[in-house]
């Protein structure tokens, strides 16, 4: 059974950085996309980046390009979001997923996801 387990969140101002951390196990993981999603109170679960397991594919929501930036350790079957700038908006709880495909495509829908993490709650302060 693949579990997710996420940490990093907490409360920071408006210009400070965290950092995501996402451990993956219960595996194989060769073939996979791995995303990070977040979500507010009566919104949906929004798609912030997501990369193809073998790092050669990313992609990040129009929000956060040149802001956050997503990677992974496949030594480690971790996954990271930094996240810089950070803004008010991004205030959210943040969730780490996985789905399993063959296709190097990035998915930016929640329902596409097979597996996912436990949030952490991210607070941006102004």
């Known amino acids: 059974q693949v579990q997710l387990v996420v940490s990093g969140g907490g409360l920071v101002q408006a210009g400070d950085s965290l950092r995501l951390s996402c451990a993956a196990s219960g595996g194989p993981f060769s073939t996979r996309i791995m995303g990070w999603f977040r979500q507010t109170p009566g919104k949906e679960r929004e798609f912030v980046a997501g990369?193809?397991?073998?790092?050669?594919?990313?992609d990040y929501a129009d929000a956060v390009k040149g802001r956050f930036t997503i990677s992974s350790d496949s030594t480690k079957n971790m996954v990271f979001l930094q996240m810089n700038t950070l803004k008010p908006e991004d205030t959210a709880v943040y969730y780490c997923?996985?789905?399993?495909?063959?296709?190097?495509?990035?998915?930016?829908?929640?329902?596409?996801?097979?597996?996912w993490g436990q949030g952490t709650q991210v607070t941006v302060s102004s």
């Open positions: 990369i193809a397991w073998n790092g050669g594919l990313t």
């Open positions: 997923a996985l789905k399993w495909s063959l296709k190097v495509l990035i998915p930016k829908l929640a329902n596409e996801y097979d597996f």
